[in-house]
């Protein structure tokens, strides 16, 4: 190996064939989503009406590894594995003796990490005839991949934009286009859980799920499709953690000593962390692991551990996780991908139980950290990503003051480059930090359901 690598990737051997179920290695099982009306755990006929069969059995098994089916293994190899870059300017422009790495998934056809899921989900979808998919999508990247895999299978693509994010940010909704999908801004004229909200409402991620799981129930051809939050979800991201352990030991690494991602909905996270959790629980590495979310919205780190909905409108099964309460509506902040009240159950129960830390930050911090990573990088975050940087930004610094060799791994989940308003918004001195204050939080917590 150079000492002047910087870019590690894998052979076709090496591709990863299978993806990893952390529920396997958890030392205490999580508790189970429960049915909305009859507060008793869902089973595989509750969730029949929204997804196939295979999907069913991927949110409840609890086997290590599931295989990856030939055709999804096709289209992924059109982009993975992904890069790991390490970050040499970038290390020196810190003076930091930290070993910064970082998995990217930018290179994927939709620019992000959410074509991992977006395949495998389009693709069981069609093995049942299914003719449309209906999902919501925050900053756009979920509605681009959900795009793009409905194009290669031949299946419609039906999304409802988070309304501030529609009116921000419309080249993200011409490239849901250009891939096929219909786009309608959230909260819409087009189901009964919209008509509840003014059409001029910023709209929220947990309104868009109320209409599309509303109009994907209503329609025998359709069903849903989610980009975060469930356990299959967060299955099919683990691509991304077990290519980065196989790169960084040819990068000539032991191990992780820090593993940092951004969390919204918790499937980029996750995807990152979780084969590191793994090889923590096993005791062959110790790395502390640490999610990174906006001050605007603090799901992990001010909201509660408790039952509650998934979406707005109450219309999805109940769901143990970090919450602000899915009333909650936050402020339109440019990491669009990061405004959803809950976090992942898996993800939840991972912090909840001690096994990952949780930060928050503020965004105009983010986007200074993501400025500086592309001028020394080359590569322009996105805006959800800077959230990861912008800690990363400060361990390295840390590194530098105590003169520790650490090794950091952070997940650069896409580019930013459709994403240049809020850039020209922090460069022009017009982005503002927006913090959840105390009487807001108290009175989104206040809706939660008792159980």
């Known amino acids: 190996?150079?000492?002047?690598?910087?870019?590690?990737?894998l052979d076709d051997s090496e591709q990863v064939t299978h993806w990893y179920n952390i529920v396997a290695d958890l030392p205490t099982p999580p508790p189970p989503p429960l049915h909305p009306g009859t507060r008793e755990p869902v089973g595989p006929d509750d969730l029949a009406p929204l997804f196939p069969i295979e999907l069913i059995m991927q949110e409840v098994t609890g086997e290590r590894y599931v295989e990856i089916p030939g055709p999804v293994l096709e289209v992924y190899q059109q982009y993975r594995p992904s890069p790991l870059f390490r970050a040499r300017r970038w290390e020196a422009k810190l003076g930091t003796p930290a070993r910064i790495y970082y998995k990217y998934e930018g290179v994927s056809p939709a620019g992000s990490h959410k074509t991992n899921t977006s395949v495998p989900q389009v693709y069981y979808n069609s093995l049942h005839g299914v003719r449309r998919l209906t999902t919501e999508t925050g900053a756009g990247q979920w509605g681009t991949a959900l795009a793009y895999a409905c194009a290669l299978f031949d299946v419609e693509c039906e999304v409802w934009q988070v309304g501030a994010s529609y009116d921000t940010k419309p080249q993200r909704r011409t490239l849901i286009e250009v891939f096929g999908g219909t786009v309608h801004r959230s909260p819409s004229r087009l189901t009964?859980?919209?008509?509840?909200?003014?059409?001029?409402?910023?709209?929220?991620?947990?309104?868009?799920?109320?209409?599309?799981?509303?109009?994907?129930?209503?329609?025998?051809?359709?069903?849903?499709?989610?980009?975060?939050v469930l356990n299959h979800v967060l299955l099919h991201q683990t691509v991304i953690g077990e290519e980065a352990l196989k790169q960084l030991a040819k990068a000539g690494e032991s191990g992780a000593d820090l593993v940092v991602g951004c969390a919204g909905g918790g499937s980029n996270f996750a995807g990152l962390a979780f084969p590191f959790l793994r090889e923590k629980l096993a005791g062959s590495q110790s790395p502390r692991i640490l999610a990174v979310e906006p001050s605007s919205c603090p799901t992990l780190t001010r909201g509660e551990y408790r039952y509650d909905f998934g979406d707005t409108a109450g219309l999805t099964p109940l769901m143990k996780m970090y919450t602000l309460g899915h009333d909650f509506?936050?402020?339109?902040?440019?990491?669009?991908?990061?405004?959803y009240h809950g976090m992942a159950p898996l993800v939840s129960h991972a912090v909840h139980e001690g096994l990952i830390e949780a930060t928050a930050l503020h965004q105009t911090e983010c986007f200074e950290a993501a400025i500086e990573f592309a001028r020394t990088q080359?590569?322009?975050p996105a805006p959800e990503s800077s959230h990861a940087l912008a800690q990363v930004r400060r361990e390295a610094l840390a590194a530098a003051e105590s003169g520790e060799e650490k090794v950091i791994v952070v997940g650069l989940s896409g580019h930013g480059l459709l994403e240049l308003g809020a850039y020209d918004a922090y460069l022009g001195g017009r982005l503002e930090d927006d913090a959840l204050s105390d009487d807001a939080l108290a009175a989104a917590l206040a809706g939660v359901p008792q159980v």
């Open 329 to 339: 509506v936050p402020s339109p902040i440019h990491a669009g991908g990061l405004r």
């Open 192 to 228: 009964e859980s919209g008509k509840a909200f003014p059409e001029s409402h910023p709209g929220s991620l947990g309104i868009a799920i109320s209409e599309a799981v509303e109009v994907a129930a209503q329609d025998p051809t359709s069903k849903y499709a989610l980009g975060s």
């Open 378 to 380: 080359g590569v322009v």
């Open 1 to 9: 190996m150079s000492d002047h690598q910087v870019m590690f990737t």
